[in-house]
Nanobody, 114 residues
């Protein structure tokens, strides 16, 4: 059974930092494209960062230079380091894995206060 478990969300003031984790079981994250999405209230789901299995990361324009996605194969975990957070980053953040099949985590809430 495949599970993606996000953690690390919370409440932070604008300008602060958080690191989200996506711990995977049942798959090997280095084989998968690992993406982070977010959904803010009343908005469409947005692709924030992507980490393909065989190429470098890609970022949405809204987070480039502030967010960093990385993978720890030994821990089978993907991270999203978020710096200089802004109120508009407030959303539920989801981890997503895609290869032969695709999988979603349950999401973690990030709230940035002004």
């Amino acid at each position: 059974q495949v599970q993606l478990v996000e953690s690390g969300g919370g409440l932070v003031q604008a300008g602060g930092s958080l690191r989200l984790s996506c711990a995977a079981s049942g798959i090997t994250v280095s084989d998968y494209t690992m993406n982070w999405y977010r959904r803010a209230p009343g908005k469409e789901r947005e692709l924030v960062a992507g980490l393909p299995a065989d190429t470098g990361p890609a970022y949405a324009d809204s987070v480039r230079g502030r967010f960093t996605v990385s993978r720890d194969s030994a821990k089978n975990t993907v991270y999203l380091q978020m710096n200089n957070l802004k109120p508009e980053d407030t959303a539920v953040y989801y981890c997503y894995a895609r290869w032969l099949l695709d999988y979603w985590g349950q999401g973690t809430q990030v709230t940035v206060s002004s």
